[in-house]
């Protein structure tokens, strides 16, 4: 006897085989919430890297303003922490705090005239490559401020300066650098064929604009050594840059700090870390710092770093620049070297082009202007995942951006907890002493 076909929906489905749902890449990594076909969702880039599951462990996270994204990085870094993984981040707007006070650790401050001082030239000795490289650096920023490209003279200039600068006066300093391009010595105008007076004269365009980070707007930054003493051993470092943030000189401030946290990622510790760039418009919106993100990105592997960078948009990406220019050729580019991505919600009136730039089939992208706050499309490894974030109760004081708004939580009278679910809860770690640099351990 042939019986009749029987309809029904998926979520009648769902109940006749119950224990069917997605596996994800299965319980590696921190759980980071409940994929909405079924299963938990766990996540580490560099488990997944060495695994073979993508090429890059660098991620790109999208969102409209209250949708949750803010939350789902810190906690992210928390809940890392318990792997040993530690957490750089770049916060234009000083949203850190409690996330840093919860490991007893202060934000690094940098406001004009302040108390702390970043080298950006800390690896330079010499022309250098790359984001550690004095003289690419000081070029970049130059070119920033100029709105036009360093001749080639101008560049040999800068790199005779960086090359005696560290000869003379070791460390290496924006000042000392200045000082070589307004004064050159004999010995850098005989190394370039030339006198003494036309090397000052070469040099002297990308000096005065230099001189900013000296005598200018930016003075009291990046003017002299580093500041002994900054705890770079905690699990969190944050670089607070909201003083400054608004301005039109927060692009030369984010390419600056990166290139004194790759100074120090070179030094191959062996620490796996996760390198947060918030509001990565005012780096990408410049040819020469979009270059310099750019390599920090292709480094990602060799320095045993995650890149995440944030925006709100996905077209924010596109505007930097006219379709088909350079820079937005390299902001695409970022997308490109960044194999996950998390997509919270985006307008709706922006989906289509949202959806081109992220590489989502038209499925995905009339998902997009539909996400709920907490719930976004996580593309990873060539696979897509529906997840939404889950926070721990102590979890939410830790990751509200808008913690101005009510009270700080105090390292000494929270204990933290890391999202890892193991039967009944989360896995709580030990309380921190404020002022203590020790990795938060479980339990």
């Not at 003083?243 to 984010?254: D, F, I, Q």
Request: proline letters at 6%.
């Amino acid at each position: 006897m042939k019986l009749p076909r029987h309809v029904a929906t998926t979520a009648q489905l769902a109940a006749a085989h119950p224990f069917w749902g997605e596996p994800g890449y299965g319980r590696t990594g921190s759980y980071m919430g409940q994929d909405l076909f079924g299963a938990p969702f766990w996540f580490d880039p560099f488990q997944l890297y060495a695994a073979g599951v993508v090429t890059s462990p660098n991620m790109a996270v999208v969102g409209q303003i209250g949708r949750g994204k803010s939350a789902m990085v810190k906690s992210l870094l928390w809940r890392q922490a318990v792997l040993g993984r530690q957490g750089w981040v770049l916060d234009p707007k000083g949203e850190y705090g409690a996330l840093a006070a919860a490991w007893g650790v202060r934000p690094i401050r940098i406001a004009p005239g302040g108390q702390v001082r970043l080298n950006p030239l800390d690896a330079a000795g010499g022309s250098g490559a790359g984001p550690g490289g004095g003289a690419d650096l000081l070029c970049s920023l130059a070119e920033v401020t100029m709105r036009r490209s360093v001749t080639p003279r101008e560049r040999a200039a800068v790199v005779a300066a960086v090359t005696m600068a560290a000869r003379e006066q070791p460390p290496t300093t924006v000042p000392a650098v200045v000082d070589q391009l307004m004064r050159p010595t004999q010995f850098s105008a005989s190394a370039l064929s030339t006198d003494v007076r036309a090397l000052a004269e070469d040099g002297r365009d990308v000096a005065l604009e230099l001189r900013r980070l000296v005598n200018g707007d930016l003075a009291g930054l990046f003017d002299g050594p580093t500041t002994p003493g900054l705890d770079l051993d905690a699990p969190l470092v944050v670089l607070d840059l909201s003083p400054l943030y608004g301005s039109k000189g927060l692009g030369v401030l984010m390419t600056c700090a990166l290139a004194w946290m790759g100074a120090r990622l070179m030094t191959g510790d062996g620490v796996k870390r996760y390198v947060v760039v918030d509001e990565a418009w005012a780096l990408l919106s410049e040819l020469t710092t979009a270059r310099w993100l750019q390599a920090s990105w292709k480094l990602s592997r060799a320095w045993g770093v995650s890149n995440v960078v944030v925006v709100h948009r996905a077209t924010d990406l596109a505007a930097v620049g006219p379709r088909g220019s350079q820079v937005a050729g390299l902001a695409e580019g970022l997308l490109l070297d960044s194999e996950t991505k998390v997509i919270f919600a985006q307008p709706a009136s922006e989906a289509r082009r949202a959806a081109s730039l992220l590489d989502l089939g038209s499925s995905e992208e009339s998902l997009l202007p539909r996400l709920g706050r907490g719930l976004a499309l996580w593309k990873v490894g060539g696979r897509s995942f529906l997840v939404r974030h889950r926070l721990g109760g102590e979890e939410r004081a830790l990751v509200d951006t808008d913690a101005a708004m009510g009270q700080v939580p105090r390292a000494t009278e929270t204990g933290g907890v890391a999202a890892h679910p193991r039967g009944t809860g989360f896995w709580p770690l030990r309380p921190v002493t404020a002022g203590a640099s020790s990795r938060p351990e479980a339990r």
